[in-house]
């Protein structure tokens, strides 16, 4: 029985990245971006604002979130600097 839903056999099948990619981007929520810097919901807009912290990236209507990578080298830097004896 042929259904609405059988993809004909000449299709190309999709190619997509495998699931676990060591290197794949992860989209972090407001919550979890606070709790990995230990900073404020007004302190991370601040520094936004002064273009100090990444800017977050717009999934549709109100919701927003971070790229995992830019919050890691945002992190990466402020313990480079840390180690140079730089102040923040």
Not at 30 to 52: K, W
Not at 54 to 70: D, I, M, T
Request: net charge positive; proline share 8%.
């Amino acid at each position: 029985m042929h259904t609405a839903f059988s993809a004909p056999s000449s299709a190309p099948a999709a190619h997509l990245p495998p699931v676990s990619a060591p290197n794949q981007e992860r989209f972090l929520r407001l919550p979890e971006v606070i709790h990995q810097c230990g900073l404020s919901r007004s302190t991370l807009y601040d520094l936004i604002a002064r273009n100090a912290f990444p800017a977050q990236v717009s999934l549709g209507g109100k919701n927003v979130a971070w790229l995992q990578s830019e919050v890691t080298a945002w992190m990466s830097e402020r313990i480079a600097q840390r180690n140079r004896g730089c102040d923040a």
